[in-house]
């Protein structure tokens, strides 16, 4: 089991920065690869960015690719999500996911795939 909190959240202009983190409870979190989501209302929840246990692979969606890195320290327990070039459609609740992972080096890019969430953090970027 693992308990995801998610941080960072908040009001910013387009074009600003925010950086999202997701601390993992456990003493595994390096036997889990990591996913960031996100869902505006009225939407399904996307997938935005992913990364392996190792965080050697990283995986992006096209709508973020370039503007949005995902990382991990392992040895803090957590993952990131620096999202810079910030638009108004980047507006949503984003959620971190986690699921155990045999492989060192997949990524997961769909909901169902994953088996533990975090409660969400709101993310508001005003034109």
């Known amino acids: 089991q693992v308990q995801l909190v998610e941080s960072g959240g908040g009001l910013v202009q387009a074009g600003g920065s925010l950086r999202l983190s997701c601390a993992a409870s456990g003493r595994t979190f390096s036997s889990y690869a990591m996913g960031w989501f996100r869902q505006a209302p009225g939407n399904e929840r996307e997938f935005v960015a992913a990364?392996?246990?190792?965080?050697?692979?990283?995986y992006y969606a096209d709508s973020v690719t370039g503007r949005f890195t995902i990382s991990r320290d392992n040895a803090k327990n957590t993952v990131y999500l620096q999202k810079d070039s910030l638009k108004p459609e980047d507006t949503a609740v984003y959620y971190c996911a986690a699921r155990a992972s045999a492989s060192l080096y997949y990524t997961y890019t769909t909901p169902y795939e994953y088996d533990y969430w975090g409660q969400g953090t709101q993310v508001t970027v005003s034109s």
């Open positions: 990364i392996s246990r190792t965080g050697g692979k990283t």
